[in-house]
T-cell receptor
Framework: DQQVKQNSPSLSVQEGRISILNCDYTNSMFDYFLWYKKYPAEGPTFLISISSIKDKNEDGRFTVFLNKSAKHLSLHIVPSQPGDSAVYFCAAEGSGNTGKLIFGQGTTLQVKP | NAGVTQTPKFRILKIGQSMTLQCTQDMNHNYMYWYRQDPGMGLKLIYYSVGAGITDKGEVPNGYNVSRSTTEDFPLRLELAAPSQTSVYFC??????????FGPGTRLTVL
């Protein structure tokens, strides 16, 4: 029972173009969503988050959009840079304010120079 | 600040052996977590703690135990290692129940 799904295992974009990473969830009780970035042999690092009361959050080149009715969120990276090449995980926080995160499978982004 | 540190970085165990994965954070965070990541998969929560002396199970707790005697440390114990426990283990901490900071991981192989 995969409650958070990233259906695209990989994405390749040209440097300077937009990268769009997608994530779907099934549990309407999720109220906080996060994106993490992971380089090989390192732990995930926090990128950006969004509360369910918002539909957009922006931080520099990174913007997360949330569509609650569709149970869908997306991460936009503009412009993409080669250093953005990594695995991106979306995560949703379950109920109870314990910080228990449920992760998607990840999408490997390759940004070509 | 060291952040979240994990030891060892790599370990090979034989079936039936036991070991403890160490996790320490120096950010005075109340919340700490243990995840495992299998190849091609996302992270799955094993155990978590919302403060010293308080622990609870996550999605995949079977075969593991934890303790939280101090704010800084959150060790994960494998009692009888099995091949299914071959994975990369990540420890994380957070000040509140939101943004988590991860350690570099421990790569465990059980043969």
């Amino acid at each position: 029972d995969q409650q958070v799904k990233q259906n695209s295992p990989s994405l390749s974009v040209q440097e300077g173009r937009i990268s769009i990473l997608n994530c779907d969830y099934t549990n309407s009780m999720f109220d906080y969503f996060l994106w993490y970035k992971k380089y090989p042999a390192e732990g995930p690092t926090f990128l950006i988050s969004i509360s369910s009361i918002k539909d957009k959050n922006e931080d520099g080149r990174f913007t997360v959009f949330l569509n609650k009715s569709a149970k869908h969120l997306s991460l936009h990276i503009v412009p993409s840079q080669p250093g953005d090449s990594a695995v991106y995980f979306c995560a949703a926080e379950g109920s109870g304010n314990t910080g228990k995160l449920i992760f998607g499978q990840g999408t490997t982004l390759q940004v070509k120079p | 600040n060291a952040g979240v540190t994990q030891t060892p970085k790599f370990r090979i165990l034989k079936i039936g052996q036991s070991m403890t994965l160490q996790c320490t954070q120096d950010m005075n965070h109340n919340y700490m977590y243990w995840y495992r990541q299998d190849p091609g998969m996302g992270l799955k929560l094993i155990y978590y703690s919302v403060g010293a002396g308080i622990t609870d199970k996550g999605e995949v707790p079977n075969g593991y135990n934890v303790s939280r005697s101090t704010t800084e440390d959150f060790p994960l114990r494998l009692e009888l290692a099995a091949p299914s426990q071959t994975s990369v283990y990540f420890c994380a901490s957070s000040y509140s129940a939101n943004t988590q900071y991860f350690g570099p991981g421990t790569r465990l192989t059980v043969l």
